[in-house]
T-cell receptor, first 109, second 113 residues
């Protein structure tokens, strides 16, 4: 079963614009992680935010976490064509990661 | 190796056959995970090993699926009597220990004809 749900399912933007993806989940978590996947193969870990953190930055990425609303957002600033990929949030309950269905981001130059 | 590796990268088999998928985790990582990803979906958890033992196998869909990690490093996912519905990308991940960042391999794309 899948716990997380990303919104929107698909997002198309121009290079240089910002992209925001949202994730909602259902149960309590230890941490929430965001992954990127190109061409349906290996997932690349982007950022991990712990349940006691509210915001985290890594380069052009900014992640927020609101445990009261059971939601998270991923912001990619100044997007590039190379950011084109599927993005997944995953909640970590201590053993497995529970993934959403993902947001497909398309950045055109 | 530098990352998680999986072999084969692609596997085509016929309905009813037996298949084995291999995962080599990052050296020193005690935790190993198997996931399955169908087209258009996120990965779904299958099984988690801590060392040699399966700490959580609640994601295995039925008794045709089995995984081992006899020496606490390499793991093999075994699927008996394959069905067309087993077609998916099978992903392996490892982490230093449970609850840490998981690093994924490139996956094995399984096609059951």
């Amino acid at each position: 079963s899948q716990q997380g749900e990303e919104d929107p399912q698909a997002l198309s933007i121009q290079e240089g614009e910002n992209a925001t993806m949202n994730c909602s989940y259902k149960t309590s978590i230890n941490n929430l992680q965001w992954y990127r996947q190109n061409s349906g193969r290996g997932l690349v870990h982007l950022i991990l935010i712990r349940s006691n953190e509210r915001e985290k930055h890594s380069g052009r990425l900014r992640v927020t976490l609101d445990t009261s609303k059971k939601s998270s957002s991923l912001l990619i600033t100044a997007s590039r064509a190379a950011d084109t990929a599927s993005y997944f949030c995953a909640t970590d309950s201590g053993t497995a990661l529970i993934f959403g269905k993902g947001t497909t981001l398309s950045v055109s130059s | 190796g530098a990352g998680v590796s999986q072999t084969p990268s692609n596997k085509v088999t016929e309905k009813g056959k037996y298949v084995e998928l291999r995962c080599d985790p990052i050296s020193g990582h005690t935790a190993l995970y198997w996931y399955r990803q169908s087209l258009g979906q996120g990965p779904e958890f299958l099984i988690y090993f801590q060392g040699t033992g399966a700490a959580d196998d609640s994601g295995l869909p039925n008794d045709r699926f089995f995984a081992v990690r006899p020496e606490g490093s390499v793991s093999t996912l075994k699927i008996q009597r394959t069905e067309r519905g087993d077609s998916a990308v099978y992903l392996c991940a490892s982490s230093l220990t449970g609850g840490q960042t998981q690093y994924f391999g490139p996956g094995t794309r399984l096609l059951v004809l």
